[in-house]
Protein backbone atom coordinates (compact mmCIF):
# COMPACT_ATOMS: atom_id res chain seq x y z
CA UNK A 1 0.00 0.00 0.00
CA UNK A 2 0.82 4.07 -0.57
CA UNK A 3 1.87 6.46 1.20
CA UNK A 4 -1.19 8.20 -0.19
CA UNK A 5 -3.43 5.38 0.36
CA UNK A 6 -2.45 4.84 3.75
CA UNK A 7 -3.68 8.37 4.95
CA UNK A 8 -7.25 8.03 3.15
CA UNK A 9 -7.27 4.97 5.67
CA UNK A 10 -6.75 7.33 8.63
CA UNK A 11 -9.03 9.86 7.16
CA UNK A 12 -11.83 7.24 6.71
CA UNK A 13 -11.26 5.73 10.48
CA UNK A 14 -11.02 9.20 11.70
CA UNK A 15 -14.53 10.08 10.65
CA UNK A 16 -15.71 6.90 11.28
CA UNK A 17 -14.70 7.57 14.89
CA UNK A 18 -16.55 10.83 14.89
CA UNK A 19 -19.94 9.28 13.90
CA UNK A 20 -19.59 6.84 16.78
CA UNK A 21 -19.42 9.82 18.69
CA UNK A 22 -22.61 11.81 17.78
CA UNK A 23 -24.63 8.39 17.54
CA UNK A 24 -23.56 8.02 21.70
CA UNK A 25 -24.31 11.60 22.35
CA UNK A 26 -28.01 10.93 20.66
CA UNK A 27 -28.69 7.58 22.04
CA UNK A 28 -27.53 9.02 25.64
CA UNK A 29 -29.99 11.68 25.99
CA UNK A 30 -31.48 10.21 29.43
CA UNK A 31 -27.91 10.76 31.00
CA UNK A 32 -26.73 14.40 32.60
CA UNK A 33 -25.99 16.64 29.83
CA UNK A 34 -23.50 18.37 31.59
CA UNK A 35 -21.38 15.39 32.34
CA UNK A 36 -21.50 14.48 28.53
CA UNK A 37 -20.52 17.70 27.59
CA UNK A 38 -17.61 17.95 30.08
CA UNK A 39 -16.69 14.38 28.31
CA UNK A 40 -17.66 15.29 24.55
CA UNK A 41 -15.64 18.46 25.59
CA UNK A 42 -12.88 16.22 27.02
CA UNK A 43 -13.08 13.94 24.11
CA UNK A 44 -13.02 16.63 21.40
CA UNK A 45 -9.89 17.50 23.16
CA UNK A 46 -8.63 14.20 22.75
CA UNK A 47 -9.69 14.33 19.06
CA UNK A 48 -7.82 17.71 18.43
CA UNK A 49 -4.74 16.54 20.02
CA UNK A 50 -5.12 13.32 17.59
CA UNK A 51 -6.42 15.23 14.64
CA UNK A 52 -3.52 17.69 15.21
CA UNK A 53 -0.97 14.53 15.60
CA UNK A 54 -2.91 12.94 12.75
CA UNK A 55 -2.30 16.09 10.72
CA UNK A 56 1.66 15.93 11.35
CA UNK A 57 1.63 12.39 10.72
CA UNK A 58 0.22 13.60 7.25
CA UNK A 59 2.44 16.51 6.85
CA UNK A 60 5.31 14.07 7.76
CA UNK A 61 3.75 11.24 5.55
CA UNK A 62 3.63 13.93 2.83
CA UNK A 63 7.39 14.88 3.15
CA UNK A 64 8.12 11.50 3.21
CA UNK A 65 6.20 10.87 0.00
CA UNK A 66 7.76 13.47 -1.67
CA UNK A 67 11.47 12.65 -1.09
CA UNK A 68 10.41 9.19 -1.74
CA UNK A 69 8.98 10.18 -5.02
CA UNK A 70 12.28 12.42 -5.55
CA UNK A 71 13.93 9.18 -4.63
CA UNK A 72 12.52 6.92 -6.98
CA UNK A 73 12.72 9.81 -9.63
CA UNK A 74 16.43 9.86 -9.25
CA UNK A 75 16.12 5.95 -8.87
CA UNK A 76 13.62 5.97 -12.10
CA UNK A 77 16.64 8.28 -13.82
CA UNK A 78 19.50 5.83 -13.13
CA UNK A 79 17.79 3.18 -13.45
CA UNK A 80 16.94 4.69 -17.23
CA UNK A 81 20.24 5.38 -18.00
CA UNK A 82 21.29 1.84 -16.91
CA UNK A 83 18.72 0.67 -19.04
CA UNK A 84 20.19 2.91 -21.79
CA UNK A 85 23.44 1.67 -21.57
CA UNK A 86 22.45 -1.68 -20.68
CA UNK A 87 20.93 -1.66 -24.16
CA UNK A 88 23.20 0.14 -25.24
CA UNK A 89 25.79 -3.03 -24.12
CA UNK A 90 23.30 -5.64 -25.46
CA UNK A 91 23.46 -3.53 -29.13
CA UNK A 92 27.17 -3.92 -29.44
CA UNK A 93 27.17 -7.62 -27.23
CA UNK A 94 24.57 -8.50 -30.71
CA UNK A 95 26.90 -6.74 -32.91
CA UNK A 96 30.16 -8.65 -31.44
CA UNK A 97 27.71 -11.95 -31.49
CA UNK A 98 27.01 -11.30 -35.17
CA UNK A 99 30.61 -11.05 -35.49
CA UNK A 100 31.75 -14.06 -33.48
CA UNK A 101 29.15 -16.14 -35.47
CA UNK A 102 30.32 -14.73 -38.48
CA UNK A 103 33.87 -15.36 -37.26
CA UNK A 104 32.69 -19.26 -36.11
CA UNK A 105 31.30 -20.19 -39.63
CA UNK A 106 33.99 -18.61 -40.97
CA UNK A 107 36.61 -20.64 -38.51
CA UNK A 108 34.22 -23.67 -38.81
CA UNK A 109 34.46 -23.80 -43.05
CA UNK A 110 38.70 -23.00 -42.28
CA UNK A 111 38.63 -26.07 -39.96
CA UNK A 112 36.51 -28.29 -42.36
CA UNK A 113 38.80 -27.08 -45.42
CA UNK A 114 41.84 -28.17 -43.31
CA UNK A 115 40.29 -31.80 -42.08
CA UNK A 116 40.11 -32.66 -45.66
CA UNK A 117 43.13 -31.39 -46.41
CA UNK A 118 44.82 -33.15 -43.61
CA UNK A 119 42.78 -35.76 -44.88
CA UNK A 120 44.43 -35.59 -48.52
CA UNK A 121 47.83 -35.14 -47.46
CA UNK A 122 47.16 -38.22 -45.33
CA UNK A 123 46.41 -40.46 -48.21
CA UNK A 124 49.15 -38.56 -49.94
CA UNK A 125 51.60 -39.67 -47.26
CA UNK A 126 50.30 -42.87 -47.12
CA UNK A 127 51.07 -43.24 -50.70
CA UNK A 128 54.16 -41.38 -50.61
CA UNK A 129 55.28 -43.97 -47.91
CA UNK A 130 54.42 -46.95 -50.45
CA UNK A 131 56.07 -45.56 -53.09
CA UNK A 132 59.35 -44.90 -50.65
CA UNK A 133 59.07 -48.70 -49.64
CA UNK A 134 58.94 -49.66 -53.44
CA UNK A 135 62.20 -47.46 -53.85
CA UNK A 136 63.84 -48.89 -50.79
CA UNK A 137 63.27 -52.08 -52.13
CA UNK A 138 64.38 -51.34 -55.52
CA UNK A 139 67.30 -49.82 -53.89
CA UNK A 140 68.02 -52.38 -51.89
CA UNK A 141 67.57 -54.70 -55.60
CA UNK A 142 69.69 -52.55 -56.93
CA UNK A 143 72.43 -52.42 -54.01
CA UNK A 144 72.43 -56.25 -54.46
CA UNK A 145 72.82 -55.60 -58.12
CA UNK A 146 75.70 -53.51 -57.69
CA UNK A 147 77.59 -55.72 -55.70
CA UNK A 148 76.98 -58.63 -57.90
CA UNK A 149 77.99 -56.59 -60.76
CA UNK A 150 80.92 -55.51 -58.97
CA UNK A 151 81.77 -58.87 -57.60
CA UNK A 152 81.55 -60.17 -61.37
CA UNK A 153 83.73 -56.73 -62.22
CA UNK A 154 86.59 -57.40 -59.80
CA UNK A 155 86.19 -60.67 -60.90
CA UNK A 156 86.40 -59.74 -64.97
CA UNK A 157 89.80 -56.83 -63.82
CA UNK A 158 91.51 -59.90 -62.42
CA UNK A 159 90.79 -61.91 -65.70
CA UNK A 160 91.83 -58.54 -67.75
CA UNK A 161 94.88 -58.31 -65.47
CA UNK A 162 95.53 -62.12 -66.62
CA UNK A 163 95.14 -61.20 -70.62
CA UNK A 164 97.14 -58.28 -70.05
CA UNK A 165 99.76 -60.73 -68.74
CA UNK A 166 98.94 -63.39 -71.03
CA UNK A 167 98.77 -60.12 -73.71
CA UNK A 168 101.78 -59.01 -72.68
CA UNK A 169 103.92 -62.73 -72.91
CA UNK A 170 102.01 -63.39 -76.44
CA UNK A 171 103.52 -59.60 -77.86
CA UNK A 172 106.94 -61.23 -76.40
CA UNK A 173 106.55 -64.24 -78.38
CA UNK A 174 105.48 -62.68 -81.14
CA UNK A 175 108.14 -60.14 -81.69
CA UNK A 176 110.56 -62.85 -80.96
CA UNK A 177 108.54 -65.38 -83.94
CA UNK A 178 108.63 -62.05 -86.02
CA UNK A 179 112.49 -61.83 -85.39
CA UNK A 180 112.58 -65.45 -86.51
CA UNK A 181 110.86 -64.56 -89.22
CA UNK A 182 112.82 -62.16 -90.76
CA UNK A 183 115.53 -64.03 -89.85
CA UNK A 184 114.40 -66.94 -92.22
CA UNK A 185 112.41 -64.65 -94.48
CA UNK A 186 116.11 -63.57 -95.11
CA UNK A 187 117.47 -66.46 -95.42
CA UNK A 188 115.36 -68.10 -98.13
CA UNK A 189 115.89 -64.53 -100.23
CA UNK A 190 119.47 -66.09 -99.77
CA UNK A 191 118.93 -69.35 -100.57
CA UNK A 192 116.70 -68.12 -103.42
CA UNK A 193 113.63 -70.67 -101.79
CA UNK A 194 109.89 -68.92 -102.47
CA UNK A 195 108.51 -67.73 -99.28
CA UNK A 196 105.36 -70.70 -98.34
CA UNK A 197 103.17 -67.69 -97.24
CA UNK A 198 103.12 -66.55 -101.34
CA UNK A 199 101.15 -70.15 -101.85
CA UNK A 200 97.74 -71.06 -100.73
CA UNK A 201 97.37 -74.21 -98.94
CA UNK A 202 97.23 -77.32 -100.87
CA UNK A 203 93.70 -78.83 -99.46
CA UNK A 204 92.19 -75.26 -100.52
CA UNK A 205 88.77 -75.25 -102.17
CA UNK A 206 86.15 -73.40 -102.56
CA UNK A 207 83.33 -72.05 -105.29
CA UNK A 208 82.48 -69.35 -107.83
CA UNK A 209 80.11 -66.90 -106.02
CA UNK A 210 79.82 -64.29 -109.04
CA UNK A 211 82.00 -62.98 -111.66
CA UNK A 212 81.61 -59.13 -113.00
CA UNK A 213 82.29 -56.99 -116.38
CA UNK A 214 85.35 -56.73 -115.47
CA UNK A 215 86.82 -60.30 -115.30
CA UNK A 216 86.82 -59.99 -111.42
CA UNK A 217 85.65 -63.58 -109.95
CA UNK A 218 83.83 -63.49 -105.98
CA UNK A 219 85.06 -67.02 -104.29
CA UNK A 220 83.99 -68.26 -101.59
CA UNK A 221 87.62 -68.91 -99.33
CA UNK A 222 89.03 -66.11 -97.64
CA UNK A 223 91.78 -65.58 -94.88
CA UNK A 224 90.23 -68.04 -92.49
CA UNK A 225 90.99 -70.58 -95.14
CA UNK A 226 94.82 -69.61 -95.13
CA UNK A 227 94.12 -67.39 -98.60
CA UNK A 228 95.95 -64.65 -98.87
CA UNK A 229 96.61 -61.38 -101.29
CA UNK A 230 98.47 -61.98 -104.18
CA UNK A 231 97.44 -65.94 -104.10
CA UNK A 232 96.26 -67.55 -107.60
CA UNK A 233 93.84 -70.03 -107.40
CA UNK A 234 92.63 -72.68 -110.32
CA UNK A 235 88.90 -72.49 -111.66
CA UNK A 236 87.13 -75.44 -113.30
CA UNK A 237 83.50 -77.20 -114.31
CA UNK A 238 83.89 -81.02 -113.61
CA UNK A 239 87.10 -81.99 -115.53
CA UNK A 240 87.60 -78.96 -117.40
CA UNK A 241 89.90 -76.34 -116.43
CA UNK A 242 88.65 -72.54 -117.36
CA UNK A 243 91.32 -69.83 -115.71
CA UNK A 244 93.40 -68.87 -113.15
CA UNK A 245 92.82 -65.91 -110.98
CA UNK A 246 95.50 -63.87 -108.89
CA UNK A 247 93.95 -62.56 -105.23
CA UNK A 248 93.57 -58.76 -105.31
CA UNK A 249 91.23 -58.23 -101.98
CA UNK A 250 90.53 -60.33 -99.04
CA UNK A 251 87.87 -61.02 -96.08
CA UNK A 252 87.42 -63.40 -93.60
CA UNK A 253 85.38 -65.48 -95.77
CA UNK A 254 85.60 -64.31 -99.33
CA UNK A 255 88.09 -63.11 -101.52
CA UNK A 256 88.10 -61.15 -104.98
CA UNK A 257 90.44 -62.11 -107.75
CA UNK A 258 91.48 -60.92 -111.23
CA UNK A 259 91.14 -63.38 -113.94
CA UNK A 260 94.82 -63.71 -115.59
CA UNK A 261 93.80 -63.68 -119.24
CA UNK A 262 97.68 -65.78 -120.20
CA UNK A 263 95.74 -68.41 -118.25
CA UNK A 264 91.76 -68.18 -119.36
CA UNK A 265 90.78 -71.14 -121.10
CA UNK A 266 87.08 -71.01 -120.83
CA UNK A 267 84.11 -68.57 -119.49
CA UNK A 268 83.86 -68.14 -115.64
CA UNK A 269 80.80 -68.63 -114.07
CA UNK A 270 79.10 -68.94 -110.71
CA UNK A 271 78.83 -72.34 -109.15
CA UNK A 272 82.58 -73.04 -110.65
CA UNK A 273 84.46 -74.79 -108.29
CA UNK A 274 88.18 -72.78 -107.17
CA UNK A 275 91.05 -74.93 -105.60
CA UNK A 276 94.88 -74.33 -105.11
CA UNK A 277 95.43 -76.81 -107.25
CA UNK A 278 94.45 -79.62 -109.93
CA UNK A 279 95.07 -83.09 -109.68
Known sequence: MTLLGKIFTLLVLLLSVAFFIVSLLANSSHLDHKQKVSEFQGQAKKLETTVDELKKQIEQMKTSLAQE???????????????????????????????????????????SEVTDRVSSLTKQNDTVKTEIDKIITDRNDQRKRVIALTDRLNGLLSVESDLRAEMTRLQYDATLYQAKAETAE????????????????????????????????????????????????????????????EIKSIKD????????AAFRKGYVQAGDKVAATIN
Not at 71 to 77: D, F, G, P
Not at 253 to 260: E, M, N, S, Y
Open 69 to 111: QVSRKSTLATLQTQLTMANKDLAEAQTELSTKTGLLTRNTQII
Open 186 to 245: AALKIAGIKDYEDVPPTDLKGEVLAVNSSQQVVVSVGRDDGLRVGHKLEIYRGGQYLARI
Open 253 to 260: DQAIGQIL
